[in-house]
C-alpha cells in the first residue's frame, strides 16, 4: 500500500492518509464462489439423501469456529494468560541434539 503525505503550510499539520490498491477479480470471484458453494452445500441434500453426517460436521465445524473465536475475545478483554506461552515456540518443539556425550 502507499502512503500519501499531505503537509499544509500555513498550519503545519501533517495529514497521512492510505491508499488502497484495488482488490484482483481473481480474488473476488473466489470469494464469490465460496459463498456461493457454501450457502448451496444444505440443498445437496434434497438432490443426493444421506448427506447428514456431511452437514453435521460443517455445522460443528463452523460452531468451533465460532466459540474459538468468541473465546479469544472473551479473553483478550479478562486478560486470561494464553494456553501456549511464546517461549514455547518452534525451537522448543523441534528434536534437540543429544548432548550427553
Not at 61 to 87: C, E, K, R, V
Amino acid at each position: 500500500m502507499a502512503d500519501v503525505i499531505v503537509e499544509n503550510k500555513a498550519s503545519q499539520v501533517k495529514k497521512m492518509t492510505r491508499v488502497s490498491e484495488p482488490t484482483p477479480p481473481i480474488k473476488k470471484i473466489f470469494v464469490v464462489s465460496l459463498v456461493v458453494i457454501l450457502l448451496l452445500f444444505p440443498l445437496l441434500q434434497f438432490v443426493k439423501g444421506g448427506m447428514n453426517y456431511w452437514l453435521h460436521m460443517l455445522l460443528y465445524t463452523f460452531m468451533y469456529i465460532s466459540m474459538a473465536s468468541s473465546w479469544n475475545i472473551i479473553g483478550g478483554y479478562a486478560g486470561y494468560t494464553s494456553l501456549f506461552p511464546p517461549y514455547i515456540s518452534e525451537d522448543f518443539l523441534e528434536p534437540q541434539p543429544d548432548r550427553t556425550s
